[in-house]
């Protein structure tokens, strides 16, 4: 089974606006159900999950009423990664828990393709963790604590990551029960933690796109506008 993640769960307005990003209309329909439709239109996607804050829960479920493939929606908490762990507690157990998928996305991310929703099922055929991402296409340097810089990795190797981020639970679930353990536990992303706690499971990539943008600053949503139009 193919479980689709919708991480729904900020409160900020770094936008300007008088309410959180994912629901803020573009193109006639507000972002969070944007990817609710994306994921449902996937004929290979058999639930959808929204982790939403939980002074949001009513409104979150008002968007995915239309949308039969919305089985659970479900408060996250103070960081991301409590909201990945809600996910996972869902399933963690149930029948059938080994041959669960899960593809973890936030939900700002609206215009994510069917392409990458297939590939990163695909992958997760033969591969316990999936992360997609495109070419970095500015040189990227590391720097130390007075700014100097340190070492310049070559372009050539690095990728700015997107989501979705691709697990079978098992396997995501086991990496979280293994971080939270270290009393130094800090994550911004879920293949970060498989990364670091279980090094031995190879994280494949899949190839994203630059249509596949995070929604974060004003002009970001004038582009989303256009690129969503131009898919009606």
Known sequence: MNVAVLLAGGSGKRMGGSEPKQFIQVAGRTILEHSIRAFSQHPKIDEIVIVSHPDFIDRSSDI??????????????????????AAIGIYRGCDGASAINLLIHDCVRCLVSQRIIGDCIAALEHFQAVDVAIPAT??????????????????????????????????????????????DFVTTD????????????????????????KITYPEDLILAEKMLQANF
Do not use: M, W
């Open 190 to 213: 879920d293949c970060g933690v498989v990364h670091r706690y279980l090094p031995d499971v190879q994280i494949r990539v899949v190839a994203g796109e630059p249509t596949n943008i």
């Open 64 to 85: 995915a009423r239309p949308y039969p493939k919305v089985r659970h929606i479900v408060p996250g908490g103070k960081e991301r990664y409590d909201s990945s762990l």
């Open 138 to 183: 500015d040189t990227i340097c590391e720097v130390d604590a007075e700014g100097n810089i340190v070492r310049i990795p070559p372009r050539s190797s690095l990728r700015n990551v997107q989501t979705p981020q691709g697990f079978r639970l098992d396997t995501i679930d086991r990496a979280y029960n293994i971080g939270l353990q270290d009393p």
